[in-house]
């Protein structure tokens, strides 16, 4: 009788064996934060208070300068005016558990301590998106309507609140997955001059995963962290640089066992837990996101998760 497969099974072969390159599962991993589309507002660290106030002044032209009645007529004081926003910096974080004996039993490409901490950064540039997406589903200034696809005409008409609001470019479009597939439906059956100019592999090294693309000079984006409301309604958006900014905080020199992102943004810390012979991952950041300016951004609001 012939030795088969078979017939190896279990003792000298495995019914399934795993693969030794490791994957990751599908998921978003678009960062906001690299686009430089909001303003990183630098570090609270040694400033006395984890909130910041973002001053505003209506200087270098807010008020024009008016015509007199005569040469000698007298000058009204002409008021004088000033805003602030405010941002709150917080903790976020997360934490990993693997133990001794799902580590040693590991492949040369696996799940390990190291990849663990390595993965942290992915972690922190998603809850960025999530703050960004907070931040733009707060914006008084909203186009599209609730339970209808997106088309071309809610993205002019996002871009035409914008200039309108006499905001400066470039601009910014942020879509949920599905806003960005009914956008590129609704221009196929556009016509004229206007051209869209979808990612090409060398946009995507420079711009990141995420990009999807130019239309009318306005870089489009897309994640799955913009917010959908409880009537399935997504809450997209458009801005000019200066809506959002955000400033971090920096742990500095911690004790114990860590590693620091190149920026000092976030740190991983390794925890020894021997009695459970388990080792600890906890990735730390400190972060706050907020509208600066309203009128900035306008929310595209249409159908779709």
Known sequence: MPITNANLIPDLRLATALDAALRVILHDEMSLRTTGSILNLGSIN???SAASTIRYAGLDGLDPFAAT????????????????????????????????????????????????????????????????????????????????????????????ALEIASVPGPYTCLLSPNQL??????????????????????????????????????????????????????????????????????????IGGFVTSPSGEIVVEFERIAAQATTVIVGHGYLGLSVLEDARGVQIVTDGP
């Open 46 to 48: 040694g400033t006395g």
């Open 69 to 160: 009645a005569s040469e000698v007529s007298a000058v009204a004081e002409t008021p004088f005016v000033d805003a602030s926003a405010q941002i709150a910096v917080g903790r976020c974080a997360l934490r990993r558990d693997i133990s001794d004996l799902a580590n040693i039993t590991g492949f040369a490409q696996d799940v390990d301590p190291v990849r663990l901490a390595e993965s942290m950064v992915g972690g922190y540039e998603q809850y960025f998106n999530v703050l960004a997406a907070t931040a733009i589903n707060s914006l008084t200034t909203s186009v599209g309507a609730a339970g209808v696809d997106m088309s071309v005409d809610d993205f002019y008409d996002a871009m035409f």
């Open 181 to 254: 597939a009914n956008f590129q439906d609704s221009l196929r059956a556009e016509g004229g001059a206007a051209q869209y100019m979808p990612a090409t592999a060398d946009m995507l090294m420079v711009k990141g995963q995420g990009y999807q693309g130019n239309f009318l000079g306005i870089d489009l984006y897309r994640s799955d962290k913009v917010l959908v409301d409880g009537g399935g309604d997504a809450h997209g958006g458009m801005w000019g640089l200066g809506c959002m900014g955000y400033k971090t905080g920096s742990m500095v020199n911690p």
